[in-house]
């Protein structure tokens, strides 16, 4: 049976953190205009990749937090089968979800009359960002489950919102920092 008041006490503290860097995220997706302006086709990609970061994060951290409860892994760093299937399977996913968001955004920003010299820009800024992303957040994921199970507080309580902000914050500043060195 859930408890609603241990529930409440795990997430709370970690969703009002999780809101302020939200907000964080935002400004400094706000204050990087220029860029924005430069190639205005990235904002196209924004929502879904900032989605797709977070679909990936919480996929692997719900089921690492499935496995630790298990009793499958153990919460240690030490190569396991269930963790190595879910690393795998998960950047395979990415792959092909960043790319096809880059395609559907140079198709979308062709449509609207930016030069077709500039399709190839987009799959490589959504892969590449995408996938530095994710590993990060993976392995964040990892580390972040291991070391709130240790403690005996829910992995699904705590690490899905922490992933989901540091996804927004850290794919942000990957996407810009990608798309300056790129274009």
Do not use: C, W
């Amino acid at each position: 049976m859930i408890n609603r008041k241990e529930v409440i006490e795990e997430s709370l503290p970690i969703l009002s953190i999780a809101a302020a860097i939200s907000i964080l995220s935002g400004v400094f997706l706000g204050k990087n205009e220029e860029l924005l302006r430069a190639l205005p086709g990235i904002l196209i990609i924004v929502p879904s990749f900032m989605s797709v970061n977070g679909n990936i994060s919480s996929v692997v951290s719900s089921r690492l937090s499935s496995a630790l409860h298990m009793g499958l892994v153990k919460p240690h760093f030490r190569r396991s089968k269930v963790l190595g299937q879910t690393i795998h399977s998960m950047l395979i996913v990415s792959v092909i979800a960043f790319l096809v968001l880059g395609i559907a955004a140079a198709a979308v920003n062709i449509l609207f009359g930016a030069e077709t010299g500039t399709f190839m820009i987009f799959p490589i800024i959504t892969l590449t960002a995408g996938l530095i992303t994710v590993l990060i957040l993976m392995f964040g994921s990892i580390f972040t489950s291991y070391l709130v199970y240790r403690h005996g507080i829910d992995p699904d309580n705590v690490v899905v919102p922490i992933l989901t902000t540091a996804g927004d914050f850290v794919g942000i500043t990957m996407l810009l920092l990608i798309t300056a060195v790129v274009i």
